[in-house]
Nanobody, 126 residues
Framework: QVQLSESGGGLVQAGGSLRLSCAVSGGTFSRYGMGWFRQAPGKDREFVAAISWRGGDTDYVDSGKGRFTISRDNAKNTVYLQMDTLRPEDTAVYYC???????????????????WGQGTQVTVSS
């Protein structure tokens, strides 16, 4: 049974930084790309960032380019999302996810993911 557990969310002022972590258990983490998504109240779930199974390829939402960095530590079965220069519009619940297919590139589409964490709240005050 694959389980994903996010941590690192919180309240931060605009311009600040947060580092989200997602620990994965029950699966062969190193074979899978990973993704981060977010959902703000009243809005659809949105792609934020993804990383390939080897970690060499990454993809970001346009608004996150230059501010967000996704990385992974296969020895710790953990994927990270470093978020800098945060804006109020980054406020959302952030979810990490593992896709169905192994050995894949970064995936943007949420329907390609079949394992999700419970989410961690990020609130950016202005």
């Amino acid at each position: 049974q694959v389980q994903l557990s996010e941590s690192g969310g919180g309240l931060v002022q605009a311009g600040g930084s947060l580092r989200l972590s997602c620990a994965v258990s029950g699966g062969t983490f190193s074979r899978y790309g990973m993704g981060w998504f977010r959902q703000a109240p009243g809005k659809d779930r949105e792609f934020v960032a993804a990383i390939s199974w080897r970690g060499g390829d990454t993809d970001y939402v346009d608004s996150g380019k230059g501010r967000f960095t996704i990385s992974r530590d296969n020895a710790k079965n953990t994927v990270y999302l470093q978020m800098d220069t945060l804006r109020p519009e980054d406020t959302a619940v952030y979810y990490c996810a593992m896709p169905r297919g192994s050995y894949g590139p970064p995936f943007r589409l949420p329907e390609l993911y079949n394992h999700w964490g419970q989410g961690t709240q990020v609130t950016v005050s202005s």
